[in-house]
């Protein structure tokens, strides 16, 4: 069997080597298994495109992507799935954080029937008390809000079935969830817990805006309540100026008509123009998505790819391009 390994590399330079060695010696431990290292470098900035080439040159199983600029983790992640030769991928993130010590309990995982082995994080080591609440905070409030469930506290660290592969790659959508896209595509899926290590060297490439992009990705993607939430919220604004409209009556009738009301007044319209405001924005962030989709642009662009046995990867990354139009 061969095994393709997703590594998407942004800025990665002071680990790669350490990445590398620690990949290598775990997959050459493995019995029965052929493997390839597929390094995705994202636009990096730094020297991570002269590490990764000097990698490939002295291991052959090692193949380089470079994309022309930064696309973000999931673009990169994708493209990496494209060019996948493997019966099962892993995909793994550049800096450590997920043990590649794992990989052999995924594969056992596999090779039982299960067609997606995903790993959940128990301990997280050197993040921040913020990163970690508003992660658990996030993934409840997905799972809320979406039809599609999605295991608790899973990342992008997983191993997928050529089948699984797939289906993710038959799915044309820009705004890339993966987590969500492979809960959707449903098989047997089972998890594997882990203790997240803190990064080896380097820093986190999720800034806390991107960190809030991508999580505003992922309900959009897969969930309409957002939008629904506007009708409710104008629903119950109408019952109130109802119950309003009541007691001005009564007021009037009952001749108690004195002239207050000013502060209330404002307030209603200050709370209904916010209503509106928030409903429109909402609309219009699943509006510029509709857009962005409508534009059908490539999801990335190849700058240079090494390693990659010619044949093969030109054939499926046409077979990809084709799909994703
Ligand atoms: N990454 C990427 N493109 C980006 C941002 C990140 O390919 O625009 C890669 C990064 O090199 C790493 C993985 O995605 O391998 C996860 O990123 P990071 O470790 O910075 O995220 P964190 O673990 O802090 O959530
Ligand atoms: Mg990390």
Not at 4 to 17: A, D, G, H, K
Not at 101 to 107: R, Y
Not at 151 to 179: H, N, Q, S, T, Y
Not at 232 to 238: K, M
Request: hydrophobic share 50%.
């Amino acid at each position: 069997m061969l095994l393709s390994v997703i590594i998407p590399c942004y800025n990665e330079e002071p680990v790669l080597r350490a990445t590398h060695e620690r990949l290598t010696s775990v997959l050459r431990g493995m019995t029965g298994v052929d493997y390839e290292l597929i390094f995705v470098n994202d636009g990096s900035r730094d020297r991570t495109q002269e590490i990764l080439a000097e990698l490939q040159l002295f291991d052959p199983r090692a193949r380089v992507l470079l994309l022309s600029r930064n696309f973000g983790h999931q673009i990169a992640v994708t493209a990496g799935l494209a060019e996948a030769a493997g019966d099962a991928v892993v995909i793994i993130d550049a800096d450590l954080q997920d043990p590649p010590e794992v990989i052999p309990q995924m594969v056992q995982l596999w090779r039982d029937g299960n067609e997606v082995v995903y790993g959940i994080r128990i301990e997280r080591d050197g993040e921040s008390r913020f990163k970690l609440w508003t992660a658990k905070l996030f993934y409840r409030l997905i799972n809320r809000l979406s039809e599609t469930k999605m295991p608790l506290d899973a990342g992008d660290f997983r191993l997928l079935d050529r089948k699984v592969v797939e289906v993710i790659k038959a799915m044309p959508e820009r705004a890339r969830f993966l987590r969500g896209m492979v809960s959707w595509a449903g098989f047997r899926q089972v998890a594997v817990p882990y203790d997240r290590a803190a990064r080896h060297a380097g820093d986190s490439k999720y800034p806390l805006m991107k960190m809030i992009h991508f999580a505003m990705d992922g309900i959009i993607s897969f969930s309409l309540v957002p939008l629904k939430l506007a009708i409710w919220t104008g629903f119950l604004a109408i019952w109130i100026a109802v119950a309003g409209i009541i007691v001005a009556i009564a007021d009037r009738l009952l001749d108690k008509n004195l002239a207050r009301g000013w502060a209330s007044l404002f307030v209603a319209v200050l709370f209904m123009g916010g209503v509106q405001l928030v409903s429109l924005g909402i609309l219009g962030e699943y509006l510029g998505r509709i857009y962005t989709e409508v534009k059908r642009r490539p999801l990335y662009v190849v700058q240079e790819r090494l390693g990659f046995p010619a044949d093969t990867t030109t054939e499926m990354a046409r077979a990809y391009e084709v799909n994703a139009r």
